[in-house]
């Protein structure tokens, strides 16, 4: 049973990055998925959650408007979205489920 994440993106300010999360070792279905992120010295921030049973989300209000989550059942895959990026948005970005599986971590780094 795994969350296995896409490798570390370096972007500049003003483009737009997506991670993806990739689901292994239960039904795809089973349990939504919560996206988090750690910014340098910083806590945990949650991001929003998608439930790939039927494509619904939910968004944090700081990310309102900037963040898309979805979900690919064929490839027991979801997506986070997050365009318009700043530097405030380097971070180490997790996916993880309400069973404590977490993906390793995607680095992205916001940089001119």
């Known amino acids: 049973v795994q969350l296995v994440q896409s490798g570390a993106e370096l972007r500049n300010p003003g483009a737009s990055v997506k991670v993806s999360c990739r689901v292994s070792?239960?039904?795809?279905?089973?349990?939504?998925i919560d996206w988090v992120r750690q910014a340098p010295g910083q806590g945990l921030e949650w991001m929003g959650r998608?439930?790939?049973?039927?494509?619904?989300?939910q968004f944090a209000q700081n990310f309102q408007g900037r963040v898309t989550f979805t979900a690919d059942t064929s490839t027991s895959t979801v997506y986070v979205d997050l365009t318009n990026l700043r530097s405030e948005d380097t971070a180490m970005y997790y996916c993880?489920?309400?069973?404590?599986?977490w993906g390793q971590g995607t680095q992205v780094t916001v940089s001119s």
């Open positions: 993880t489920t309400p069973v404590s599986l």
């Open positions: 070792g239960y039904p795809f279905t089973k349990y939504y």
């Open positions: 998608i439930d790939p049973e039927d494509g619904g989300t």
